[in-house]
């Protein structure tokens, strides 16, 4: 039996809308990959993320060790994915720490539905498509959220 895994960019969101997006789609668990759970937009940095999201029924985890280094979150604001997913995956995936991290998702994303939560609207220019692929490698069926 194929796991879904969610992914969802806040850009364009408010908390209420993410919030209604992801119980919507049955997720259980918001997953936030920012390397920086911090925020210049109101409800997002990850106290007030947090807070929202428990308050929503869902649990939150932050995934700090799946987050873009800063070159990498550079690249993707000027949209050059692939870039910023080579840096990502030469500083970040394809290290122990990476692999490590990448299995405690898969355990925590096997264990009930989860999201993966970053900023970029688009997963093309996210590296939570790159982190997405490599759970649908190990079986992960995903699914882009808009809210």
């Known amino acids: 039996m194929s796991n879904t895994l969610f992914t969802i960019g806040y850009e364009g969101l408010d908390a209420e809308r993410l919030t209604a997006a992801l119980r919507s789609a049955g997720v259980g668990l918001l997953a936030d990959v ?5 925020s210049r ?13 428990e308050e929503a029924g869902l649990g939150y985890a932050h ?3 799946l987050g873009t280094p800063k070159a990498g979150r ?13 840096i990502f995956c030469e ?3 394809d290290t122990a720490a ?3 991290a990448l299995d405690e998702l ?12 970053c900023f970029e609207r688009d997963p ?12 649908r490698d190990r079986g992960f069926a995903v699914v882009d959220l808009f809210g």
Do not use: I, Q, W, Y
Request: aromatic share 2%.
């Open 124 to 135: 093309a220019r996210c590296h939570r498509r790159v982190v997405a692929e490599r759970l």
């Open 41 to 53: 937009k109101r409800g997002f940095s990850k106290g007030a993320l947090k807070a929202g999201v």
């Open 63 to 65: 995934l700090r060790a």
């Open 91 to 93: 500083e970040v995936l």
């Open 98 to 100: 990476g692999g490590a």
């Open 106 to 117: 898969e355990a925590l994303a096997r264990a009930r539905p989860t999201c993966l939560l």
């Open 34 to 38: 920012r390397a920086v759970a911090n």
């Open 74 to 86: 550079e690249a993707a604001r000027a949209h050059d994915a692939a870039l910023m997913e080579r």
